[in-house]
């Protein structure tokens, strides 16, 4: 079996400022990579794995059980283990280990910062980051331009100064235009971090495909009921959980709050036509050229969040007029709502008081994934809890999306419920609460935030209406229904054998060591 070429131990592999070593086309995971299998990903047989973003199912080949005990045993040391670390980790199946390595030099990493006024915020950032990278300060038409001059030179940082405000996309380009180093860290004026965040990402570099790395951004908030809130449901803070990054998975994009890249990877920069959305943009451009990108919540940033109601409401009311841009750039990838068939159905007869419906809908979906673990010579168990899971998930997202979009209609219908009998309009207002008490219900018990749960509902529906809000505004100003419609999503489950499923696999350009349905 082919060797892959072993990385020199403690070297990461950081391209030279300059070149284009764009990934021209899937390459494995390089030698000395490990991997670590998600949280969710299941063994339901010997040769067969369930999980990733989306959920999916793959079955390994004889050659893919021996890569996979190849990874198991240790890091990748074949072509056949990269090529297996590769499809594992694309799928969110398990996630990259990269090789420790020291910490990048200087002249590898620069840091762009764009500020506008808040030199408060700007000098607490610049003392945080300290000395280690060299600093571009970006002011974006500043009121009190003196001020972060002399943060600059307090701080032996460089500053370009925008005669007039474009916002922060357009002040991030201005700064990556004077980026000559292999990587480029943005980072807002209003986070708080020491370089360490920069070394513990820098490892993922190793990996020629990865474009850019991002890491947790953590709430820092007040005291007051808005700061406790945030502490649960900040806007930035995507989690404890590891993912790839891409549209349409459980981890669509990252903020640029704080994010390392290679320089080459987002060198055609921000979107200067989006005033929000614009980290959105960039990160699903990355995705689409073949670029890897990743979130490693092992490092983290703070970032200092509003501690009014109002500016809170104000700032989810701006990030929804994004959706409908970002979804006149992107058609297909920012659907409000992923509706399965089977789940949606189950759910619909429910909210409709039609157990039995429910009930049959539910077992059309288990007994689809049952024919095809039979097809597969797979036994059969744990099958209804996943689907419960897909059901449950149905009912909190569809809850979600009546909050953004439809909260005066339900509201409406809870006040004059119609039904020709008090037990008929009891059963309407029941099944249309539990839409709106259903998601903040259970956002509370998974955070257990340090707000008690009436508060907390409250916040989470005026969180929630502020973003639909801002989303209609920019559905209306765009001509665009796309990000308010739900969408259901079909596709039968294929049959795994017979020539015409092998004729199917070598079309999509499957490897030979597993393919996935």
Known sequence: MTRARAARPGRAAIPAAGRDPGPRRTIPLPAGFGIAFDAETQFVGPDVLFGGS?????????????????????RVGSADGGRLARRLTDAGLAHPRPPAGPAPRPD??????????????????????????PVIVVDDGSLDPDSVAALCREHAARLRRRPAPGGPGPARNDGLALVTTPLVAFLDSDCAAGPDWIAGLARHFADPMVGAVAPRVRAQTGPGVAGRYLEARAPV????????????TRVSYVPTAALLARRDAVAS?????????????????MAAAGWRV?????AEVRHAEPDRWARVLARRFRYGTSAAPLARRHPGQVPPLILQAWPAAAVTALLARRPLTALAAYGAGAGQLVRLLR?????????????AGSVRQTWLGTGRWSIQYALPAVAAGLARPGGRTPAARAGRRLALASLVLGPPAAEWLRARPRLDPVRFTL??????????????????????AAPLLPRIA????????????AMRRAAAGDTGLGWSA
């Open 54 to 74: 989306p959920p999916r199912l793959l079955r390994l080949s004889p050659a893919g059980v021996r890569a996979l005990e190849e990874l198991r045993g240790g």
């Open 108 to 133: 590898q990493v620069t840091v762009v910062i764009p500020v506008r006024d808040r030199p408060a915020g700007l000098a607490r950032c610049l003392a945080a980051l300290g000395p280690r990278y």
């Open 375 to 387: 097809e597969w010579g797979v036994p059969a168990r744990g099958v209804l809890g996943p689907m």
């Open 294 to 298: 990743r979130y490693d919540p092992a």
């Open 269 to 285: 920069g921000f979107d200067p036509g989006l005033r929000h959305g614009e980290d959105v943009d960039l990160i699903w451009r």
């Open 459 to 480: 916040g989470y529906l005026a969180d929630e209406a502020a973003y639909g809000a801002g989303v209609y505004r920019g559905a209306l100003a765009e001509r665009l």
């Open 237 to 248: 803070d995507l989690g404890p959980r590891e993912a790839r990054v891409a549209p349409l």
């Open 490 to 501: 079909w596709r039968p489950l294929p049959k795994p054998r017979g020539p015409r499923a």
